[in-house]
């Protein structure tokens, strides 16, 4: 019989102690908000691993909170890709948070549960090409099983994932490691720490974003607004094969 080192097996990322987060060394890109990566096993947004991010609505600075860690991430010329979000991105306001376009890949779904299908297929496809840093998808039908497929798609990958999802989501059972409910709280973004890597969170955290976060636009012919998104299928196949490429 194979002997068993304890030690090894409190190394896993998957193994923690109740008290304590996780032992292994975590890849983490820090999130850009010193009280939050405090809270976080690794200091900051784990890669390789899904994260959910629970909200209702849009404006709350849900975006802007993920903008800096994004920014890191396409430093090195990373690939972003942001599948379905809820309205055309603006232009100007990706640029001033440091992000260039033409690291930034948009996918866009058809309504319905074709497209809910389509969004979750792009988003696994994503993560299955280790081409992206980041993986950034809205999906208000996301079932458990299908967080599952994400975040064993993640798990292969390199790129920091993030899933947006009701906050309805909350009592549902989910795969993701990491799971943050955000709302408003008195102008500031309000988060949760639903679940993590270690011992339970007990208070939550008010964080200063912008909000409304200008990162949307209502404009559908916006000339500053970002190109026409990609069909989810076409999207896949524009991948480069590898983050070297």
Do not use: Y
Not at 165 to 181: N, T, V
Request: a positive charge; proline letters at 7%; charged letters at 20%.
């Amino acid at each position: 019989m194979e002997s068993v080192v304890l030690s090894d097996v409190l190394a896993r990322p998957d193994i923690r102690r109740g008290g304590c987060f996780v032992d292994a060394a975590l890849p983490a890109i820090g999130s850009g908000f010193a009280a939050l990566d405090a809270e976080l096993p690794g200091r900051g947004w784990p890669r390789g691993a899904l994260t959910e991010l629970l909200c209702d609505g849009i404006g709350l600075g849900e975006v802007s909170l993920l903008q800096p860690a994004l920014k890191q991430l396409c430093a090195n010329d990373g690939w972003l890709v942001l599948i379905a979000p809820p309205h055309g991105l603006q232009a100007s306001a990706w640029r001033a948070a440091g992000i260039p376009l033409e690291r930034l890949l948009i996918v866009n779904a058809v309504s319905g549960r074709q497209g809910t299908r389509d969004v979750l297929w792009a988003a696994e496809q994503a993560f299955n090409s280790d081409a992206p840093a980041a993986v950034v998808c809205w999906s208000s039908m996301a079932n458990a099983r299908a967080v599952h497929r994400l975040q064993l798609a993640a798990t292969a990958s390199h790129a920091a994932g993030f899933l947006f999802r009701p906050s309805r989501a909350a009592s549902d059972s989910s795969a993701a490691p990491l799971r943050l409910q955000l709302g408003n709280a008195n102008n500031m973004l309000g988060i949760r720490i639903l679940k993590r890597r270690g011992p339970p969170a007990t208070q939550a955290l008010h964080l200063a974003v912008s909000r409304p976060a200008p990162w949307r636009t209502h404009v559908k012919h916006d000339a500053d607004a970002l190109a026409r998104p990609l069909p989810a299928a076409t999207a896949a196949r524009r991948l480069p094969a590898s983050v070297n490429e």
